[in-house]
């Protein structure tokens, strides 16, 4: 089965660095996203990751990516108070038909 | 800014009411999706739709209808619904259904309140 779970809260002060955490079961998966959902909003797509790859960076992200257990991360360098969100990983399996899986959220608290 | 369009933003309805809701994505997109989130939960998907056809229907009741006009376009019709039918609805795209890492761009979506 697909389970893709993540801690329920974090707090950070403002300035520092978040690590938001992700653990999957499915080793079939090609892709990993994350998406960030504010209140009363959508999700966003921040990034996503080839599961061939262990590192991505964009800007004040970084993504990390152990295959062999199966635990994805989300590094936020320099955390703002606009950052405060909650966070979702999301692994997909290619085929017919590209389904998302999510993981519980994380909401990320940012004190300034 | 989201690139997918929902509308309303919100919607308050009785269970005895028929309304729709919007979606609507200028990325030619051949894929469109609807979600149903419930509070402090990840969303769940409810139907997929692929160049048009319906392709997947996650066992949804049928007072909620889906329906796609054209490619740009994704509605949701919706009667007689239940109280626990209240939630945020995405409405959501991609390139392709099937195609490799190819995210889902999601709109803002309708927080809709049952009475």
């Known amino acids: 089965g697909e389970d893709v779970e993540q801690s329920l809260f974090l707090s950070v002060r403002e300035g520092d660095s978040s690590v938001i955490n992700c653990t999957y079961t499915?080793?079939?998966?090609?892709?990993l996203y994350w998406y960030k959902q504010e209140p009363g909003a959508g999700l966003q797509l921040l990034t996503y990751?080839?599961?061939?790859?262990d590192m991505k960076q964009d800007q004040r992200l970084t993504v990390l990516l152990n295959k062999k257990d199966k635990h994805l991360s989300l590094r936020i360098a320099d955390t703002q108070t606009g950052d405060s969100a909650i966070y979702f990983c999301?692994?997909?399996?290619?085929?017919?038909?590209?389904?998302?899986?999510f993981g519980t959220g994380t909401k990320l608290q940012v004190i300034p | 800014d989201t690139e997918v369009t929902q509308t309303p933003k919100h919607l308050v309805m009785g269970m005895t009411n028929k309304k729709s809701l919007k979606c609507e994505q200028h990325?030619?997109?051949?894929?469109m999706y609807w979600y149903k989130q419930k509070a402090k939960k990840p969303p769940e998907l409810m139907f997929v739709?692929?160049?048009?056809?319906?392709?997947i229907n996650e066992s949804v009741p049928s007072r909620f209808s889906p329906e796609c006009p054209n490619s740009s376009l994704l509605n949701l019709h919706l009667h007689a619904l239940q109280p626990e039918d209240s939630a945020l609805y995405l409405c959501?795209?991609?390139?392709?259904?099937?195609?490799?890492?190819?995210?889902?761009?999601f709109g803002d979506g309708t927080r809709l309140s049952i009475l």
């Open positions: 959501a795209s991609s390139q392709e259904a099937g195609g490799m890492g190819q995210p889902q761009h």
């Open positions: 499915d080793s079939s998966s090609t892709y």
């Open positions: 990751i080839f599961s061939n790859m």
């Open positions: 999301a692994e997909s399996i290619s085929g017919g038909y590209q389904k998302v899986t």
């Open positions: 990325m030619g997109h051949r894929a």
């Open positions: 739709y692929s160049y048009e056809k319906l392709s």
